[in-house]
Every structure is written in C-alpha cells, then in structure tokens.
C-alpha cells in the first residue's frame, strides 16, 4: 500500500511558466519531506526538502509547499527551463526512521 | 562530494542464473539501500543495512539477498533470476545523523533477466 501519492504521471509546461508537482501522502507520522529529480540513466539526485514544523521551503526557482492538515506537498518551479525536463519524486519519512517513502514519479516535459 | 558508484551500468542475465549487483560509497555512509525502479510503481525498497553486517527487509525483499561486509560495500543477490525482476535497481547510502534521512544515490544498474 503506496503511502506517498504522485496522482499525475505526467506534467508538460511552457519554458517560463510556473510547473506545480503534486504529492499526497497518507502516514500522519510522516515528518520530513523531499523532492528528487531524475534524469534518464542516472539516479535521483535530491532537489529540496521540507520539514513538517515549516509550511514552505524555497531554494531559488523551486519553492515547496506543506500542508499537512490536507495531507498534501507541493513542488512549485519558477520558472520553468529545458533543464528541468525530468522525472520527480516526492518521499517522505519518519524521524528516527532510516527509510525514505517514494512516490510513483511526475515526468515534467518543459516545451520551448 | 557524496559518491555512490555500481558495478555495472547495464546487465543481461539469463533466468536461473545467480546475479550480483555490486554498490560502493565513499563518504563513510553508515546506512545504505537497494531500491527497485518500476515504470508507474517509483521507488520500491528491496532491503537497506544500518550498520556492518546487519541488514533488514524492505518492502520487497522476495528473491533477494543482500551482503554487507564492509561499511562501504553493499551487495544485492538474486540467488535465481528471473524475468520479473527485470528492472532498474538503485543503490543509495545515508548518514544516520542527517536530518531527514536525505539518501544520496548511484547511478543505477539496468538488469534484463531473458
């Protein structure tokens, strides 16, 4: 039972405009979040992360976002560059736990 | 710079042949991982070692093994391949100390089990 929900599988933007990544989870203990990118052929490289006593994060264009009465995050990239095209995945754990929980990826297509 | 490196970048096996995947860090990581990677699944956690010689199960540890002798070495053993375990498999290593387990990651082995 996948406890870190990506919904969309795939995101295609506009080079300038804003790509909004969405993720779900259902674990209240989750308390620490993070967003990696991945490249075809490599492995995931971490992007930005969140912890559940902030409701947001930012590190130059990409900002994330907490909320956790709804259970949900949220990766904003401002804007949108060629580079970013990739696939994201948001993972989530438990402090003191050694394990990261994985959603299923958004693959961002950014269209010149 | 974290390092994790993989033995191979690309694998064909045959079923029924034993296959080993070899993952190796430099940055003294006491925890490290092996990850599946699955079209529309994401990451699956195959097993992850906490310290030397200790090891647990992941959330898909069936028709795996694992070998963990060194700090800076860890092993994923299929003891007899077979076709549905033809996937992109992920090392990663951790420090226990980090905050929020960030997980730095090798550049993945493609297995094809015919």
């Known amino acids: 039972d996948q406890q870190v929900k990506q919904n969309s599988p795939s995101l295609s933007v506009q080079e300038g405009r804003i790509s909004i990544l969405n993720c779900d989870y259902t674990?209240?203990?989750?308390?620490?979040f993070l967003w990696y990118k991945k490249y075809p052929a490599e492995g995931p490289t971490f992007l930005i992360s969140?912890?559940?006593?902030?409701d947001k994060n930012e590190d130059g264009r990409f900002t994330v976002f907490l909320n956790k009465s709804a259970k949900h995050l949220s990766l904003h990239i401002v804007p949108s560059q060629p580079g970013d095209s990739a696939v994201y995945f948001c993972?989530?754990?438990?402090?003191?736990?050694?394990?990261?929980?994985f959603g299923a990826g958004t693959t961002v297509t950014v269209r010149a | 710079d974290v390092k994790v490196t993989q033995s191979s970048r690309y694998l064909v096996k045959r079923t029924g042949e034993k296959v080993f995947l070899e993952c190796v860090q430099d940055?003294?990581?006491?925890?490290m991982f092996w990850y599946r990677q699955d079209p529309g699944l994401g990451l699956r956690l195959i097993y992850f070692?906490?310290?030397?010689?200790?090891?647990e199960k992941g959330d898909i540890p069936e028709g795996y093994s694992v070998s963990r002798e060194k700090k800076e070495r860890f092993s994923l053993i299929l003891e007899s391949a077979s076709t549905n375990q033809t996937s992109m498999y992920l090392c990663?290593?951790?420090?226990?100390?980090?905050?929020?387990?960030?997980?730095?990651f090798g550049p993945g082995t493609r297995l094809t089990v015919l």
């Open positions: 990663a290593s951790s420090l226990t100390s980090r905050m929020g387990n960030e997980q730095f």
């Open positions: 674990n209240s203990m989750f308390d620490y």
């Open positions: 969140i912890s559940s006593i902030k």
């Open positions: 993972a989530a754990s438990v402090n003191g736990d050694y394990k990261l929980s």
């Open positions: 940055m003294d990581h006491e925890n």
């Open positions: 070692s906490y310290d030397v010689k200790m090891k």
